[in-house]
């Protein structure tokens, strides 16, 4: 790299201390900013978040992107010097769990004397290439944004509350939870789902109106059946765990849900009757708390041990030790339901 970069204010990164991570919606446009990790719809809107500030600071930015993976030796030197017209610049590398050796000796070098004119955007998707790089950025105090895979529903559940938050908008706790069950299985699909119902939709989204958007997939869902059965409602729920079947969810995935159920079930009643047990320790999303206390009005613990012994049984027999695991997941239907009120 030139001297001249070192003439634009660049800091040598020994001099600065590390920056703790960031969520995509907290990061700040900055001369290098590292997006890691490997939800890509967190990492997209990071990027596209970092260009409308880039793009609002200076509105005739030079954007280019580069690909790590193909990256030839000079190629961020010569995107990244100084413009003829004085407009800033914003480099985007993509793919730099790929990166060549050539791009991460030229990156180590651009790191030792950062211009403040350019703006650098580095997208990494997770692994362990470019370790030392990754390091620099982080101990050279620029700001990193952490992409980590959202699994749990209670994750989901608080990314779709706060997608409605920023759009100042509201939804009923349940309307959350049947959006998560409809469409969570992937990020990006509970994203346009969210984004769709923002869009279409005005005042607060309630139960009805997502199940009038998504209603197939809710009502097809292993939950819907945990859902019915644990409400002792054993004709809806083998209706709709045939109906499942037959639109292609898997018995395996019914008895996770009937396990998951029985199993947030089974940690709020415990806590009946003890005093100072906080939401954090149970594990759980507050409505999920607020839903298993309505729900557990007429279970009682030798019904909840009944349902949950055979779920495991069920569990065992789709895995491998039934010859007909439909039939396990719908014996197992019927005994929760059957279960519910028993003394």
Not at 41 to 51: E, F, M, Q, W
Not at 121 to 139: C, E, M, P
Not at 234 to 260: D, F, K, Q, Y
Not at 325 to 333: I, K, Q, S, T, Y
Request: proline share 4%; hydrophobic share 45%.
């Amino acid at each position: 790299m030139s001297a001249a970069r070192g003439r634009l204010g660049g800091v040598p990164p020994a001099r600065r201390k590390s920056t703790p991570s960031l969520t995509w919606d907290q990061v700040e446009i900055a001369p290098v900013v590292l997006v890691r990790g490997t939800e890509g719809l967190l990492a997209d809107r990071a990027v596209d978040r970092l260009l409308d500030q880039a793009r609002e600071a200076d509105p005739q930015v030079e954007v280019t992107h580069l690909e790590a993976a193909a990256y030839e030796s000079g190629q961020l030197e010569m995107v990244a010097s100084p413009s003829l017209f004085g407009e800033r610049r914003c480099v985007i590398v993509e793919g730099a769990e790929a990166m060549t050796d050539a791009f991460l000796d030229d990156a180590l070098t651009y790191l030792r004397a950062v211009p403040e004119d350019v703006w650098l955007i580095l997208r990494h998707n997770g692994g362990t290439r470019g370790k030392k790089l990754l390091d620099t950025v982080a101990s050279g105090g620029h700001p990193v944004v952490m992409c980590d895979p959202v699994k749990r529903d209670s994750d989901k559940a608080d990314f779709v509350r706060a997608d409605f938050r920023r759009a100042r908008r509201r939804i009923d706790p349940d309307a959350v939870q049947a959006l998560v069950e409809a469409t969570g299985a992937d990020l990006r699909e509970l994203g346009a789902a969210t984004s769709q119902l923002i869009a279409d939709t005005t005042g607060t989204v309630s139960t009805d109106v997502v199940l009038r958007y998504y209603g197939g997939r809710v009502e097809a869902s292993g939950f819907r059946v945990a859902d019915a059965a644990v409400a002792g409602q054993a004709g809806e729920a083998v209706a709709l765990l045939r109906h499942a079947v037959a639109t292609g969810t898997g018995p395996v995935p019914i008895v996770a849900a009937l396990a998951m159920k029985l199993r947030t079930l089974a940690k709020v009643a415990a806590t009946r009757g003890r005093s100072g047990v906080s939401v954090g320790e149970l594990g759980l999303a507050p409505w999920q708390v607020d839903r298993a206390r309505r729900e557990l009005g007429d279970w009682t613990p030798e019904g909840l041990a009944t349902a949950i012994t055979a779920v495991a049984a069920a569990d065992a027999e789709v895995k491998g030790l039934g010859r007909d695991p439909v039939f396990a997941v719908e014996r197992a239907v019927l005994k929760v339901a059957a279960a519910r009120g028993r003394r």
